[in-house]
């Protein structure tokens, strides 16, 4: 992880951690390494959320880009995803997306994908921060050399929407409620789901800049919970802010979390043929009960590390189509090169449609062990959650932990790769059992480690 990029590109609070100055710098850096060694300008596509910093971060990042010498096409409001297909199918260089996913609007971010539309590799991510961060003078391209403004961007977004609708089944006569998180969904959701045969609802489509991800989509399912509920319908989907990740909620308003959506998705997969290597991967986070219904289903469940760039370098390497995280990020690799949440939950709507049972029924099958997740705010940065997992004392109060459970149950304690926080996970049979725990960690490094 360099001082710039993290597991997920650039993160921060704008105009703090994240001002136009950087994005500018960013924008003429990676345009100078997309030309290194090409006879023709690179080419970018942009794409942003509803934050209301998107706009700023975007004007510069343009202005950086087109100063040396590429052409850019932005994108307008438009989900993480869709700026990876576009990319592909566009034929640009790179493309990059201004979204701090689901943190709250008063943070932004700025990440990168190939032209392939998948991550930009660490290398070159390297490259651009070097040239950031150096004191290096990047030449300013002048007359007929600067880049250019292109448009055609609705015409790709169509394009986006045309092969996500192509990939629905019969899923006729469902009621949906779709949380579109305040954010960019509140753009595609209705021209997605609206040509499909359900009586669709949206909830949480009104961005105004500061709403994103506030008290709504994947991160808080409780509004949406409660209009499933009242309005009898057959099923919720939330998204988050940028669009790449999906939940589920049941009809009696209870949540379905990543793991439970892969295990549905995967095994319906693996009796079509289509589970590669009867392969799934995960994460370190995924719950107990995932595993076993994978053991008792013959499917291989592979845990990476937290972050969907390390879940997709596992799929590539173990040859997996399916991975994905808790959270709802979730990797269809034979149609998408990024997670989609829209994708996601047109996969859950054709499983679930094939099943004729409830959502509740067809989740049953996925047992849940009670799981414990807290989080520790820290301050100092990388440095400071680097000095907290180092503790020798900490990791002797985690390795006690984990002697005690035995094998009822697991402990993780890991330090986030996009917001300055430790997390502590705790996973038990008895839920009792792993609150006691959770809480003697948590308060063993706010009071021992951090004091």
Do not use: W
């Not at 360099?2 to 990676?30: E, H, K, M, P, Y």
């Not at 390494?33 to 910093?53: A, C, E, Y």
């Not at 009621?175 to 753009?187: L, Q, S």
């Not at 589920?248 to 979390?257: F, L, T, Y």
Request: aromatic letters at 4%; one cysteine or more; a negative charge.
């Amino acid at each position: 992880m360099g001082r710039l990029f993290g597991t997920d590109g650039i993160r921060g609070i704008a105009n703090a951690d994240l001002d136009a100055q950087l994005a500018f710098s960013v924008g003429q850096a990676a345009a100078a390494v997309l030309s290194k060694g090409k006879n023709k300008r690179p080419f970018i596509t942009i794409g942003k959320d509803t934050r209301i910093s998107s706009d700023m971060l975007e004007a510069a990042l343009i202005a950086g880009i087109c100063s040396s010498g590429a052409d850019v096409m932005p994108l307008g409001v438009v989900p993480t995803p869709a700026v990876a297909y576009i990319t592909r199918v566009s034929g640009a260089d790179a493309g990059i997306v201004i979204s701090a996913s689901h943190n709250p609007y008063e943070y932004n971010g700025i990440k990168i994908f190939n032209s392939q539309g998948f991550k930009l590799s660490d290398e070159l991510e390297l490259e651009i921060e070097r040239l950031v961060l150096s004191d290096t003078k990047i030449s300013l391209k002048k007359s007929s050399d600067m880049g250019r403004v292109v448009s055609g961007s609705n015409r790709y977004l169509q394009m986006y929407v045309d092969k996500l609708a192509s990939l629905s089944e019969d899923i006729a006569g469902y009621k949906v409620i779709i949380d579109c998180a305040n954010g960019a969904t509140a753009r595609t959701a209705e021209m997605l789901f609206s040509r499909l045969p359900v009586e669709l609802t949206l909830i949480s489509d009104k961005p105004n800049g500061t709403n994103i991800n506030d008290c709504c989509g994947s991160t808080n399912t409780e509004a949406l919970s409660k209009s499933v509920i009242s309005s009898g319908a057959d099923i919720g989907i939330a998204f988050d802010g940028d669009g790449d990740r999906c939940i589920i909620v049941d009809e009696n308003g209870n949540i379905v979390d990543g793991d439970r959506i892969m295990a549905i998705c995967g095994y319906d997969m693996k009796k079509k043929g289509k589970l590669k290597n009867n392969t799934i991967v995960a994460t370190v986070y995924s719950n107990l009960g995932f595993r076993v219904f994978a053991e008792n289903n013959d499917i291989k469940l592979v845990a990476a590390a937290v972050g969907d760039r390390n879940v997709l370098e596992m799929m590539q390497k173990v040859g997996a189509n399916l991975g994905g995280e808790q959270s709802g990020h979730l990797i269809f690799l034979d149609d998408a090169s990024t997670g989609d949440g829209q994708l996601a939950a047109l996969k859950f709507l054709n499983v679930l449609a094939s099943s004729q049972k409830t959502v509740s029924e067809l989740v049953a099958q996925v047992p849940q062990y009670p799981q414990l997740l807290r989080s520790i705010p820290i301050e100092g940065g990388n440095a400071v959650k680097e000095a907290v997992m180092a503790n020798e004392a900490l990791k002797k109060c985690i390795r006690d932990a984990e002697k005690e459970l035995g094998d009822t149950g697991r402990v993780l304690v890991r330090p986030s790769g996009t917001e300055a926080l430790i997390r502590v996970m705790v996973e038990a049979r008895d839920e009792s059992k792993a609150e006691t725990i959770a809480c003697r960690l948590v308060d063993f490094i706010k009071n021992q480690v951090c004091k």
